[in-house]
């Protein structure tokens, strides 16, 4: 069963067309490495995906029963007043309401231990590590048990150890969950190794396939710094 289907699927980002005629299937259950060129439009499929670009014509489908999201930056300074634990059960829409019903509080706590934070769980966010933040950003998501899981670029401020540690922690729990994993990355040193799928988004369209047959030329694009998303 494929979880994402696009049909002849064009997207613009205002006046401008970004990705045209994209036909791609994802698979249930698969991680999907999403790669290309700065402004390629890596970030405005995903946006199609979740539904906040309206601007789309052709056929664009989603199976998925629940959507958990990461997105590529967040500002967390020293100060943040939150535990992991709060910042975890954000997920939740709450808002600032401080508390949770008991199926709320037992999702919360099983994020955490997913991502291995339980010892941390009453830290203040701002005062953990780098890796263990983008751990608390994953837990969050995963609080809402999605079947598919998109993150952006969640490794791109890590050292090579701790991304490496990060993939293999969502590559665990995607088995676990039977999630299919989304992936947007310039960090390629992974992808032929744990991802099973390729998307490559470059010149308005979207090349896709087994991550073996992954194009030489969209390693190399991966590679780049990224500087701005479209």
């Not at 036909?23 to 199609?48: D, H, M, R, Y």
């Amino acid at each position: 069963m494929d979880v994402i289907t696009a049909k002849d699927l064009t997207v613009k980002y205002g006046e401008k067309v970004i990705l045209h005629d994209v036909n791609v299937t994802i698979p249930q259950q698969s991680f999907v490495a999403i790669l290309g060129e700065n402004g390629a439009g890596k970030t405005t499929l995903i946006k199609a995906l979740l539904g906040q670009n309206r601007s789309i014509t052709g056929q664009l489908s989603t199976q998925a029963r629940q959507i958990g999201y990461v997105p590529q930056f967040r500002s967390i300074s020293r100060d943040y007043p939150l535990s992991i634990r709060s910042f975890v059960g954000l997920g939740f829409n709450h808002g600032w309401q401080p508390w949770y019903c008991a199926s709320e509080k037992q999702a919360i706590t099983r994020a955490i231990a997913e991502v291995d934070l339980t010892d941390l769980a009453d830290n203040r966010l701002g005062l953990v590590s780098g890796g263990q933040k983008q751990r608390a950003f994953v837990a969050q998501a995963l609080g809402q048990e999605p079947d598919l899981l998109i993150l952006d670029e969640s490794t791109a401020s890590l050292d090579a150890r701790h991304s490496i540690e990060l993939v293999q922690t969502i590559v665990k729990l995607q088995q676990k969950h039977q999630m299919t994993v989304l992936w947007i990355t310039h960090d390629t040193s992974w992808v032929k190794k744990y991802a099973d799928y390729f998307l490559w988004v470059h010149d308005q369209q979207v090349t896709a396939g087994p991550i073996d047959q992954l194009p030489a030329n969209a390693i190399s694009h991966g590679q780049e710094e990224e500087v701005h998303n479209v």
